[in-house]
């Protein structure tokens, strides 16, 4: 069974930077699988932030938070870290690690990520 785990979060200053870790558990992520962050704004469907393809570490981010975040691995911990600089308050939301297979024209759609983490909340103050 696949279980994620998310840490970090918090209430942080406009522009300041927060790190979200989520460690995988159950699952053999060489064998195809993405690791990657979505958030959902109060009021607002569920977005994608970023992921990596576990296999080849290649990146995907969302254009509004292209070269502000970065998404990182540690492998011998099957860990994604997600390091977000300049924090603005439409960052905050709550953010949720999700695990799958899905295609790179689909990397984007929530619904094809079947494994998510409990969600942990980023709230930027102004």
């Known amino acids: 069974q696949v279980q994620l785990a998310e840490t970090g979060g918090g209430l942080v200053q406009d522009g300041g930077s927060l790190t979200l870790s989520c460690a995988a558990t159950?699952?053999?992520?060489?064998?195809?699988?993405?690791l990657g962050w979505f958030r959902q704004a109060p009021g607002k469907d569920r977005e994608f932030v970023a992921v990596?393809?576990?296999?080849?570490?290649?990146?995907y981010y969302s254009d509004s938070v292209k070269g502000r975040f970065t998404i990182s691995r540690e492998t011998a911990k099957n860990t994604v870290y997600l390091q977000m600089n300049s924090l603005k308050p439409e960052d905050t939301a709550l953010y949720y690690c999700?695990?799958?297979?899905?295609?790179?024209?689909?990397?984007?759609?929530?619904?094809?990520?079947?494994?998510w983490g409990q969600g942990t909340q980023v709230t930027v103050s102004s």
């Open positions: 159950g699952v053999n992520l060489w064998s195809g699988y993405k």
């Open positions: 999700a695990a799958g297979r899905p295609i790179l024209s689909a990397l984007r759609d929530d619904s094809m990520y079947g494994t």
């Open positions: 990596m393809n576990w296999s080849d570490r290649r990146t």
